[in-house]
């Protein structure tokens, strides 16, 4: 597919090339004739302008020439003037000379009326051919200019041309090249393709027989030792532990938690709306300060002063199921449905047995046959009286539908499964009715203060009481709108709970059997927690690479200190081994000198005391000398003991050991370090040398790739040749054209010749008319 597109792709382009190159051998024609065109009308305007130049040079000199026999004319002129008189004085003497100059005088007059009428042609011919000059000049002035601004047009399309021809050479250059490395991905692709499904099929393969020798195990193995399947049978499903999901068990907590706040927002609404209804009766239509009240009211108190024991159960309930959700326990929605919004079934169903014992009063209140009643007010309280029923029934509604999902909790198959959806959404709706009811009775209620208010017996502490029970059916209304939106938008989530349970469940679990599996699962937990080992603590994946960097580079240097070490110990044993040979050296000479000195010592006890006197002398001067040098002599450990007369021997003796002593020890330690110095340069010059190695690789892949990069370059100096060339042709042709349009323009300069020759011709005849 790709290969097609490409030879489609191609083609498309070689015919625009084909085109292009065709219009640009036109142009390039046009553009060589114009340039001759215009190199010929230059070349004319040259010698045109040579032609001009020598006729301005003729008519310099002819104005010459005028100038010239003017003054001769004026000469002569001045001639006659003075040799007039002189011819009236002497005629008889001068008739000879008289006929001489009128001869003279008419020869000059002839010549004077050839060179006027010479130079009255020549001025003619001058200004006839400067004219021409002109007109000429500017015909083909405009005509260059026409020329030069084809040319340059022809040139910027030429321009335009080349330029477009390059960039879509350019162009196809980087499309061939892309389409290139495209297709060898290409190729690879298909390659790694082919690979895979090879190695798919035989993985299959492999697979299919691996499966089937399982399957027939497990299958005889099922045959043999199970003996039924518990999945089978919902009794023993209902047994098996669920997977566990703690975004489900998180999500239940989440929900139960916000079901939570608004039932404590719903009590706490109901306990303030029965408190001051109970207050409300207390003082409205007789307060109980000033007189007694009815029986009926007395008694109407007395149930309303008991709500707490029935509406607090219901957030204690609810409180109970919250605190019961943890990771660990398996819940299903349908059982949390029981107290999710106004407790356990029982808790509701006390507190509606409370609402139906206080319906009766509500009904008939005495407010309406009291004398201060009028018509509006009688009007809200049986609004009001209706709202209650009304809310009333919708109570009882909710306990029969919490009733019927509480019913899989005591008989599994007492409703079914796909009965639940409907079974809720009815839930939700009689919410929504509630919220509704409780809209109405706010609004009743509003109403019935407002009316009271303008009353003229009614008292502040009526007016407070009715503005807490607004309040308090306000927070109601509230509440409510809230339970209903929140079960609203969970409804989907309810629903889809459902199935969460025991693997291809399809009804509901008894809780003797749920007690059950909630052991199993206890179970199930204590033994993989018993599996669990914790885990060794794994290095950071940066921090290895850091590592395994520093170990490859520190490879050699590990195994040069490996040497170096080894080498140490070598020398520490051979210095332990001197060490020795030195000291039993020691001992020998300690012994030496101990008999050496007990015979010197005898040998002074029979010398002369002279002797013994100059002896001392010496030794005194021996031991300045040693003390001198006692600081730097401490190789010696064992100090020799002497008990010779004569110290000096033994100091000098002394001082000798010691030198040679520190000197052997700085040696040792020069030698060590010497040694430890070539060992590291010889670990640094190991990792130098790898790393040459390193560079000497990376040097090849280098000039592997600038050999590529040079063939890329021939390749694409050979594209540039054969493109040159192209336009050389193309050139070629322009230059073609170009010599045409000279030729056109030389047969124009004829004709111009030839037009210039005849209207000379006219003139002359014109001028001889």
Same mark, same amino acid.
């Given at each position: 597919?790709?290969?097609?597109?490409?030879?489609?792709?191609?083609?498309?382009?070689?015919?625009?090339?084909?085109?292009?190159?065709?219009?640009?051998?036109?142009?390039?024609?046009?553009?060589?004739?114009?340039?001759?065109? @215009?190199?010929?009308?230059?070349?004319?305007?040259?010698?045109? &302008?040579?032609?001009?130049?020598?006729?301005?040079?003729?008519?310099?000199?002819?104005?010459?020439?005028?100038?010239?026999?003017?003054?001769?004319?004026?000469?002569?002129?001045?001639?006659?003037?003075?040799?007039?008189?002189?011819?009236?004085?002497?005629?008889?003497?001068?008739?000879?000379?008289?006929?001489?100059?009128?001869?003279?005088?008419?020869?000059?007059?002839?010549?004077?009326?050839?060179?006027?009428?010479?130079?009255?042609?020549?001025?003619?011919?001058?200004?006839?051919?400067?004219?021409?000059?002109?007109?000429?000049?500017?015909?083909?002035?405009?005509?260059?200019?026409?020329?030069?601004?084809?040319? #340059?047009?022809?040139?910027?399309?030429? &321009?335009?041309?080349?330029?477009?021809?390059?960039?879509?050479?350019?162009?196809?250059?980087?499309?061939?090249?892309?389409?290139?490395?495209?297709?060898?991905?290409?190729?690879?692709?298909?390659?790694?393709?082919?690979?895979?499904?090879?190695?798919?099929?035989?993985?299959?393969?492999?697979?299919?027989?691996?499966?089937?020798?399982?399957?027939?195990?497990?299958?005889?193995?099922?045959?043999?030792?199970?003996?039924?399947?518990?999945?089978?049978?919902?009794?023993?499903?209902?047994?098996?532990?669920?997977?566990?999901?703690?975004? =489900?068990?998180?999500?239940?907590?989440?929900?139960?938690?916000?079901?939570?706040?608004?039932?404590?927002?719903?009590?706490?609404?109901?306990?303030?709306?029965?408190?001051?209804?109970?207050?409300?009766?207390?003082?409205?239509?007789?307060?109980?300060?000033?007189?007694?009240? @009815?029986?009926?009211?007395?008694?109407? @108190?007395?149930?309303?002063?008991?709500?707490?024991?029935?509406?607090? $159960?219901?957030?204690?309930?609810?409180?109970?199921?919250? *605190?019961?959700?943890?990771?660990?326990?398996?819940?299903?929605?349908?059982?949390?449905?029981?107290?999710?919004?106004?407790?356990?079934?029982?808790?509701?169903?006390?507190?509606?047995?409370?609402?139906?014992?206080?319906? $009766?009063?509500?009904?008939?209140?005495?407010?309406?046959?009291?004398?201060?009643?009028?018509?509006?007010?009688?009007?809200?309280?049986?609004?009001?009286?209706?709202?209650?029923?009304?809310?009333?029934?919708?109570?009882?509604?909710?306990?029969?539908?919490?009733?019927?999902?509480?019913?899989?909790?005591?008989? $599994?198959?007492?409703?079914?499964?796909?009965?639940?959806?409907?079974?809720?959404?009815?839930?939700?709706?009689?919410?929504?009715?509630?919220?509704?009811?409780?809209? &109405?009775?706010?609004?009743?209620?509003?109403?019935?203060?407002?009316?009271?208010?303008?009353?003229?017996?009614?008292?502040?502490?009526?007016?407070?009481?009715?503005?807490?029970?607004?309040?308090?059916?306000?927070?109601?209304?509230?509440?409510?709108?809230?339970?209903?939106?929140?079960?609203?938008?969970?409804?989907?989530?309810?629903?889809?709970?459902?199935?969460?349970?025991?693997?291809?469940?399809?009804?509901?679990?008894?809780?003797? @059997?749920?007690?059950?599996?909630?052991?199993?699962?206890?179970?199930?937990?204590?033994?993989?927690?018993?599996?669990?080992?914790?885990?060794?603590?794994?290095?950071?994946?940066?921090?290895?690479?850091?590592?395994?960097?520093?170990?490859?580079?520190?490879?050699?240097?590990?195994?040069?200190?490996?040497?170096?070490?080894?080498?140490?110990?070598?020398?520490?044993?051979?210095?332990?081994?001197?060490?020795?040979?030195?000291?039993?050296? #020691?001992?020998? #000479?300690?012994?030496?000198?101990?008999?050496?000195?007990?015979?010197?010592?005898?040998?002074?006890?029979?010398?002369?005391?002279?002797?013994?006197?100059?002896?001392?002398? *010496?030794?005194?001067?021996?031991?300045?000398?040693?003390?001198?040098?006692?600081?730097?002599?401490?190789?010696?450990?064992?100090?020799?003991?002497?008990?010779?007369?004569?110290?000096?021997?033994?100091?000098?003796?002394?001082?000798?050991?010691?030198?040679?002593?520190?000197?052997?020890?700085?040696?040792?330690?020069?030698?060590?370090? /010497?040694?430890?110095?070539?060992?590291?340069?010889?670990?640094?010059?190991? /990792?130098?040398?790898?790393?040459?190695?390193? /560079?000497?690789?990376?040097?090849?892949?280098?000039?592997?790739?600038?050999?590529?990069?040079?063939?890329?370059?021939?390749?694409?100096?050979?594209?540039?040749?054969?493109?040159?060339?192209?336009?050389?042709?193309?050139?070629?042709?322009?230059? &073609? =054209?170009?010599?045409?349009?000279?030729?056109?323009?030389?047969?124009?300069?004829?004709?111009?010749?030839?037009?210039?020759?005849?209207?000379?011709?006219?003139?002359?005849?014109?001028?001889?008319?």
């Amino acid at each position: 597919m790709a290969s097609a597109e490409l030879q489609g792709k191609y083609q498309k382009l070689a015919q625009e090339y084909s085109k292009l190159r065709a219009q640009n051998q036109v142009l390039k024609k046009g553009v060589v004739d114009e340039q001759a065109n @215009s190199a010929a009308l230059k070349e004319q305007l040259k010698m045109k &302008d040579q032609s001009l130049r020598k006729l301005q040079q003729e008519m310099d000199s002819l104005t010459f020439r005028n100038l010239q026999l003017a003054k001769r004319v004026e000469l002569l002129q001045d001639e006659l003037a003075l040799s007039e008189p002189r011819g009236k004085k002497n005629k008889k003497s001068g008739e000879s000379s008289s006929q001489l100059s009128q001869e003279q005088k008419t020869v000059f007059d002839e010549d004077l009326q050839k060179k006027i009428e010479e130079n009255e042609r020549l001025h003619i011919q001058f200004f006839e051919a400067d004219e021409q000059h002109k007109h000429v000049e500017a015909e083909l002035r405009s005509r260059l200019a026409t020329l030069e601004t084809e040319a #340059a047009q022809h040139q910027a399309v030429v &321009d335009g041309l080349t330029r477009k021809y390059m960039e879509t050479i350019e162009k196809l250059q980087n499309d061939k090249a892309k389409l290139e490395i495209k297709s060898q991905t290409l190729e690879k692709e298909a390659k790694e393709c082919r690979l895979r499904t090879e190695e798919c099929q035989l993985q299959l393969k492999n697979l299919h027989e691996d499966l089937s020798g399982r399957l027939e195990e497990s299958l005889s193995i099922i045959n043999e030792k199970v003996p039924f399947n518990d999945t089978k049978y919902s009794q023993y499903n209902a047994l098996n532990v669920p997977l566990h999901n703690r975004r =489900h068990q998180l999500k239940m907590r989440d929900i139960a938690g916000q079901a939570l706040a608004f039932v404590q927002d719903l009590v706490t609404a109901l306990l303030n709306f029965h408190t001051y209804t109970e207050q409300r009766i207390q003082i409205f239509p007789v307060d109980s300060a000033i007189d007694t009240i @009815s029986p009926l009211n007395q008694k109407f @108190s007395q149930y309303l002063h008991e709500n707490a024991s029935y509406v607090r $159960p219901l957030e204690e309930g609810m409180l109970h199921l919250f *605190e019961s959700i943890t990771e660990d326990t398996v819940t299903v929605l349908v059982i949390f449905f029981l107290v999710l919004l106004l407790g356990t079934g029982k808790h509701l169903t006390s507190y509606l047995c409370f609402l139906r014992k206080i319906l $009766p009063y509500q009904l008939k209140e005495e407010e309406c046959e009291s004398s201060l009643c009028t018509s509006a007010l009688r009007a809200r309280n049986l609004e009001l009286s209706q709202d209650m029923k009304k809310m009333t029934a919708v109570f009882e509604k909710l306990q029969t539908y919490i009733a019927l999902l509480a019913l899989p909790s005591t008989e $599994p198959d007492g409703l079914l499964r796909t009965n639940y959806s409907s079974v809720l959404t009815n839930v939700g709706a009689a919410l929504h009715g509630f919220h509704d009811i409780m809209k &109405d009775i706010s609004k009743h209620y509003s109403q019935k203060a407002t009316i009271e208010h303008e009353l003229p017996t009614a008292t502040q502490k009526l007016i407070t009481t009715n503005d807490c029970i607004l309040s308090s059916v306000v927070a109601l209304t509230n509440g409510a709108g809230k339970i209903a939106s929140f079960f609203s938008n969970n409804l989907d989530y309810f629903i889809a709970s459902l199935s969460y349970g025991p693997k291809a469940a399809s009804g509901f679990i008894s809780p003797l @059997s749920a007690e059950c599996m909630l052991q199993y699962k206890k179970k199930a937990a204590a033994y993989m927690k018993s599996l669990r080992k914790p885990l060794l603590e794994s290095v950071p994946y940066e921090e290895a690479l850091a590592n395994r960097r520093i170990l490859l580079s520190s490879t050699e240097s590990r195994e040069g200190l490996a040497q170096q070490v080894q080498q140490s110990l070598e020398k520490i044993s051979k210095l332990e081994q001197e060490k020795e040979h030195w000291m039993l050296e #020691a001992q020998l #000479a300690k012994i030496k000198l101990e008999k050496e000195n007990q015979r010197i010592a005898d040998k002074l006890k029979n010398t002369s005391s002279g002797q013994l006197v100059g002896l001392a002398q *010496e030794n005194a001067a021996v031991s300045n000398a040693a003390d001198q040098d006692e600081a730097t002599a401490k190789a010696v450990s064992e100090p020799i003991q002497s008990t010779s007369l004569v110290p000096d021997v033994e100091s000098r003796e002394d001082l000798i050991k010691n030198h040679y002593m520190a000197r052997i020890v700085e040696l040792t330690s020069q030698l060590q370090l /010497a040694d430890s110095k070539s060992v590291h340069f010889y670990a640094e010059c190991r /990792a130098l040398s790898k790393r040459l190695a390193l /560079a000497e690789k990376s040097k090849e892949a280098l000039t592997e790739e600038m050999k590529l990069a040079s063939q890329n370059i021939s390749r694409l100096q050979d594209e540039l040749t054969t493109t040159k060339r192209s336009y050389e042709d193309q050139l070629s042709m322009m230059s &073609d =054209h170009l010599c045409s349009m000279n030729e056109t323009l030389s047969k124009q300069r004829e004709e111009i010749d030839t037009l210039k020759m005849s209207s000379k011709g006219n003139s002359k005849k014109n001028k001889s008319r």
